[in-house]
């Protein structure tokens, strides 16, 4: 397929597109120039790769003010990292406590989890997405052990209270997971500050990195004792020993990593650094507020969510009376050239929250490179598909069967 | 032979890359090698420095909270 520039890409909640260039060029720079195995062997080009993989270690830390750049451990994407939370720390018998909008990366390993004896408690949030932390923490058990709270909702980018959360976990010396998949670069997060003790991040949304690349940031308070990793394997440290080793990052990363990706996300991070979080937030706080505003707009569209851009990430859905997500997306994708992610987008639990189960929503999703132009357009084609709808009603109300072909 | 170099064992080469690091700020000459036979059976790469800048280095990384396998002239 050829991509041109009539398509507006309006699925950056997916993942992000297009990419910094800084971001291609170093991929291909570590590809080409230094592609030997990071921290296996110690010649110079392996160094050389190991020394990229560690600057991109220190790059996350410094945008999530975590403690320790030893305490990043890569993976393949944020699934990877819940994986390794949920399953790596929490024993049959543990308690805990997840919200009602979460995305299955987070809620179906708490599930399988739950069915080897698990407790899990499904806080509810409202029906714009809010968490209310007062039932969190009247959930609390015993033996409680996690928070296990996304950041921001994937399907109307509700912003969770972090900070309370947070202090919640504190006020009871629980640990608290953070899904930041949705967020991770397009608002500001601090591990410390917020007493965050787990991180999951995926690295090809608003961080801008390529596909296949995230990760856990382990705090100090997490017990590594406890901690079983999900892979053993090859570590390029304590080669004499056939047991895995139990220290940060190794206990983590088993096998080669994914240095070209790993070149990539540091190029992303550097570039959101460049440009200023603020400023990239600013601009889609705005864009956010011009689609929201002109959706509202629209007779027949509802929009879901917050509805206040200041209280979300760029992410919008919306539905236009009863015409069917996929449809929708399907026009919007053919006669306009607009990209978009539409049904249940892999978190069932809050649509049911919304209100938007089974059908699910359209949605739109914003990102750093998108303009106002993109959201003017956005905003035309669902008015023209509303009143093409309109027309389709009154039309099919004054055609009786036999005028059918 | 005297003994002109100190190194700096670690658990993984990220250890290694976090205090070739702190030894770059500090201004300490240092040189990334793989680890000596004789010190240990381990494969990977260990921190050369002079035996002159090892007290130095020693405190530095205790105050930067790094764990180390040890410190051996060579």
Redesign the interface.
Same mark, same amino acid.
């Given at each position: 397929m050829h991509i041109d520039e009539q398509l507006i890409y309006l699925d950056n909640a997916a993942t992000s597109w297009p990419k910094p260039i800084s971001v291609g060029a170093a991929m291909l720079r570590f590809l080409t120039e230094m592609g030997a195995n990071?921290? !296996?062997s *110690?010649h110079r080009m392996a160094?050389e790769a190991? !020394?990229i993989?560690?600057e991109t !270690? /220190?790059s996350v830390a410094r945008l999530f003010n975590a403690p320790d750049?030893?305490g990043v451990i890569f993976g393949a994407n944020v699934t990877e990292a819940l994986n390794l939370a949920i399953h790596g720390y929490l024993r049959p018998g543990d308690h805990v406590i997840t919200t009602s909008m979460e995305h299955n990366s987070m809620m179906r390993p708490l599930r399988a989890m739950e069915r080897n004896g698990l407790e899990l408690t499904v806080v509810k949030c409202s029906a714009e997405g809010y968490l209310p932390p007062e039932d969190v923490a009247a959930a609390i058990r015993p033996n409680t052990v996690i928070l296990a709270v996304n950041h921001a909702s994937n399907v109307v980018g509700t912003i969770t209270p972090v900070a309370d959360i947070g202090e919640i976990a504190r006020q009871y010396g629980l640990l608290l997971l953070l899904d930041t998949a949705q967020s991770a670069g397009a608002f500001p997060i601090d591990m410390q500050a917020d007493r965050i003790d787990l991180l999951a991040f995926t690295g090809h949304k608003s961080l801008y990195g390529s596909m296949g690349t995230g990760g856990l940031i382990v705090g100090p308070r997490v017990d590594l004792e406890r901690f079983t990793p999900l892979k053993q394997g090859g570590? *390029? %440290? !304590? %080669? /004499?020993l056939e047991d895995h080793?139990g220290?940060l990052?190794?206990l983590g990363e088993s096998g080669t990593p994914n240095g070209v990706g790993i070149a990539g996300l540091k190029a992303g991070i550097q570039w959101i650094l460049q440009q200023g979080l603020d400023t990239i937030r600013s601009h889609e706080t705005t864009l956010t507020q011009q689609l929201l505003d002109g959706l509202l707009g629209i007779p027949g569209v509802t929009v879901y969510g917050s509805l206040y851009a200041d209280f979300q990430t760029p992410t919008v859905s919306f539905n236009i009376d009863d015409q069917s997500p996929s449809e929708v997306g399907l026009r919007l994708d053919e006669e306009f050239g607009i990209l978009c992610r539409v049904g249940l987008h892999c978190a069932p639990a809050a649509h049911k929250t919304l209100g938007t189960f089974p059908a699910g929503t359209v949605r739109f999703s914003l990102g750093a490179m998108n303009t106002r132009e993109d959201v003017r357009a956005a905003i035309s084609a669902v008015r023209q598909l509303s009143q093409k709808n309109n027309m389709l009603h009154f039309s099919r109300k004054h055609f009786t069967a036999k005028d059918q072909p | 032979m005297s003994k002109i170099y100190s190194v700096i064992l670690v658990?993984?080469?990220?250890?290694a890359?976090?205090i /070739?690091?702190i030894l770059q700020e500090a201004g300490i000459g240092h040189y990334?090698?793989?680890v000596p036979r004789h010190l240990? %059976?381990?494969? *990977?790469?260990c921190v050369r420095i002079s035996q002159s800048d090892r007290k130095r280095s020693e405190a530095l990384l205790q105050s930067a909270q790094v /764990?180390t396998e040890g410190f051996y002239d060579i």
């Open positions: 990071p921290g !296996r *110690g160094l190991a !020394r993989v560690y !270690r /220190e750049p030893l570590t *390029g %440290s !304590r %080669s /004499e080793p220290f990052p190794d | 658990y993984s080469t990220s250890y890359l976090k /070739e690091k990334l090698i793989p240990s %059976s381990d494969c *990977g790469v /764990e």
